[in-house]
T-cell receptor, first 112, second 115 residues
Framework: NAGVTQTPKFQVLKTGQSMTLQCAQD?????MYWYRQDPGMGLRLIYY???????DKGEVPNGYNVSRLNKREFSLRLESAAPSQTSVYFC???????????FGNGTRLTVT | KQEVTQIPAALSVPEGENLVLNCSFT??????LQWFRQDPGKGLTSLLL?????REQTSGRLNASLDKSSGRSTLYIAASQPGDSATYLC??????????????FGSGTQLTVLP
């Protein structure tokens, strides 16, 4: 059972470059989330998708866009990367009811 | 705005000791509170989830309590082992998040259990 799969695991970008982080879950969950984790700041929500076909901004959405391609896949796009976007990005999924979230292993992004 | 605080930021204990990790939150209007474990370079693994109507949950050597009125939760780890070394994060699901059930996280407590 793969759970939540994120690709790539590591990425280095130059300022201004663009890229898409991919996330897929095989648990038939309705909700999916993108978080970023920075030292001493915990995880902060970037965007989320409560169900297929819907997306909403979280706490720190500036500089990012998302696509809920289907129920399984939720991608995060950086159109013009900035050094402030250097972080570890986590995708998570969960059902709508009160159940634990499942996290991927993260993408470590460095923007120089 | 919901804020979650975890104190201490780091904790080091000898093997076999019982220990308590603390979490506090500012808004008691929550659906649930979750405790996660994060190993270096890895994602988060859910340990325990406490519904807002519950007072505690137990799993093996772990016991989590919730006092919603005071905005506090504790994670009790009995007979700690070196394998328990990790960062422990708590997170709350605010009622204001609606059906999305998004989480607000604390910064975590980095636990080291010394052999």
């Amino acid at each position: 059972n793969a759970g939540v799969t994120q690709t790539p695991k590591f990425q280095v970008l130059k300022t201004g470059q663009s890229m898409t982080l991919q996330c897929a879950q095989d648990m038939n969950h309705n909700s999916m989330y993108w978080y970023r984790q920075d030292p001493g700041m915990g995880l902060r929500l970037i965007y989320y998708s409560a169900s297929e076909g819907t997306t909403d901004k979280g706490e720190v959405p500036n500089g990012y866009n998302v696509s809920r391609l289907n129920k399984r896949e939720f991608s995060l796009r950086l159109e013009s990367a900035a050094p402030s976007q250097t972080s570890v990005y986590f995708c998570a999924s969960g059902p709508l009811l009160n159940s634990p979230l499942h996290f991927g292993n993260g993408t470590r992004l460095t923007v120089t | 705005k919901q804020e979650v605080t975890q104190i201490p930021a780091a904790l080091s204990v000898p093997e076999g000791e019982n220990l308590v990790l603390n979490c506090s939150f500012t808004d008691s209007a929550i659906y649930n509170l979750q405790w996660f474990r994060q190993d270096p370079g890895k994602g988060l693994t859910s340990l325990l989830l406490i519904q807002s109507s519950q007072r505690e949950q137990t799993s093996g050597r772990l016991n989590a309590s919730l006092d919603k009125s005071s905005g506090r939760s504790t994670l009790y780890i009995a007979a700690s082992q070196p394998g328990d070394s990790a960062t422990y994060l708590c997170a709350v699901s605010p009622i204001s998040s609606g059906s999305a059930r998004q989480l607000t996280f604390g910064s975590g407590t980095q636990l080291t259990v010394l052999p």
